[in-house]
């Protein structure tokens, strides 16, 4: 069984930025594939980025692409959403998300272990 414990939560300006951390216990983390995802009041819980377990090769939605950087530390196993130029749009609960396939995924069904999720915050 895998345990995903997110933090980094907090209330930042627009423009801002913020770093979300993920550790992961019960699996090493090289033998998972992370993504997070993200949910606002009253939406669908919406799928941010993505890290491969191999070649960490990632992949954003496209309204963070350019500003969100998605990293893992294998050793820490530990992965982190780097959030940088922060929008209004961007306040959400973040949730952290593993998958045992290799294949990045951008659906909430691909994935099979999931945090209890941390609130980030815009202020306009």
């Known amino acids: 069984q895998v345990m995903l414990v997110e933090s980094g939560a907090g209330l930042v300006q627009a423009g801002g930025s913020l770093r979300l951390s993920c550790a992961a216990s019960?699996?090493?983390?090289?033998?998972?594939?992370m993504g997070w995802f993200r949910q606002a009041p009253e939406k669908e819980r919406e799928f941010v980025s993505a890290?491969?377990?191999?070649?960490?090769?990632?992949n954003y939605a496209d309204s963070v692409q350019g500003r969100f950087i998605i990293s893992r530390d294998n050793a820490k196993n530990t992965v982190y959403l780097q959030m940088n130029s922060l929008k209004s749009d961007d306040a959400a609960v973040y949730y952290c998300?593993?998958?045992?396939?290799?294949?990045?995924?951008?659906?909430?069904?691909?994935?099979?272990?999931w945090g209890q999720g941390t609130q980030v915050t815009v202020s306009s």
């Open positions: 998300a593993a998958r045992d396939g290799n294949i990045l995924m951008r659906t909430r069904n691909a994935y099979d272990y």
């Open positions: 890290i491969s377990r191999g070649s960490g090769t990632t």
């Open positions: 019960g699996r090493t983390l090289s033998s998972l594939t």
